[in-house]
């Protein structure tokens, strides 16, 4: 059973850096069958896909278009887990932010549980 | 504004069919499949039906899915009041480099 434990802080000022971290368990940030993204979902802005990282022979990174030029989706294969780092944020950034897999399917299986994100003074 | 077009409530009384639609594009669900989510209040969506019509293991075979062209459909059958969340779908867009997309949810009532 997969499991993702997600930590980071709730509160982010404006103008600064959001990060997150999602911990893996029962299976592998390096497998090469899984995708390991990063989705957020607010009122104004629904269910919006971030990005993802996942190894096929070597790492490969995709981002949405819509916050290609702030985002970085890093793993860590020594702690089998892999962040988010969102760059200068917005109100409008505020959400609740998950890490989710897609396996070998290539559908979203595994959700962690959220992490509420607020941009504010 | 989302990509996938779902309408954004639906209702029923238990035991009845309830039906929820999902209308995208040929770059989403003309040309991939679809998935489906539960999500409750508090709670992440729950994967309730992957690949157009599949349950993964341990959803009751009350939910169906399915597609045609690029619209899709999850029916819930004999309706339960444990039913009551929002329903999501989503599928890969195959246009700007790639990206998952998703409907905009439906809140399903059981009165």
């Known amino acids: 059973q997969v499991q993702l434990q997600q930590s980071g802080p709730g509160l982010v000022k404006p103008s600064q850096t959001l990060s997150l971290t999602c911990a893996i368990s029962?299976?592998?940030?390096?497998?090469?069958?899984?995708?390991w993204n990063w989705i957020r979902q607010s009122p104004s802005r629904g269910l919006e896909w971030l990005g993802r990282?996942?190894?096929?022979?070597?790492?490969?990174?995709h981002y949405a278009i819509s916050v290609k030029s702030r985002i970085t989706i890093n793993p860590d294969t020594s702690k089998n887990q892999f962040s988010l780092q969102l760059n200068s944020v917005t109100p409008e950034d505020t959400a609740v932010y998950y890490c989710?897999?897609?396996?070998?399917?290539?559908?979203?299986?595994?959700w962690g549980r959220g992490t509420l994100v607020t941009v504010s003074s | 504004q989302s990509v996938l077009t779902q309408p954004p409530s639906a209702s029923g009384t238990p035991g009845q069919r309830v039906t929820i639609s999902c209308s995208g594009s040929?770059?989403?669900?003309?040309?991939?499949?679809v998935n489906w989510f539960q999500q409750l209040p508090g709670t992440a969506p729950k994967l309730l039906i992957y690949?157009?019509?599949q349950r993964p293991s341990g959803v009751p075979d009350r939910f169906s899915g399915s597609k045609s062209g690029t619209s899709a459909s999850l029916a819930i059958s004999g309706l339960q009041s444990e039913d009551e969340a929002d329903y999501y779908c989503?599928?890969?867009?195959?246009?700007?480099?790639?990206?998952?997309?998703f409907g905009g949810g439906t809140k399903l009532t059981v009165l």
């Open positions: 989710v897999r897609t396996g070998r399917g290539g559908y979203p299986d595994y």
């Open positions: 029962g299976d592998s940030v390096s497998s090469n069958s899984a995708a």
């Open positions: 990282t996942y190894y096929r022979s070597k790492w490969y990174n």
């Open positions: 040929s770059s989403n669900i003309g040309s991939n499949s």
């Open positions: 690949s157009n019509n």
């Open positions: 989503a599928a890969w867009d195959d246009s700007l480099n790639g990206h998952w997309v």
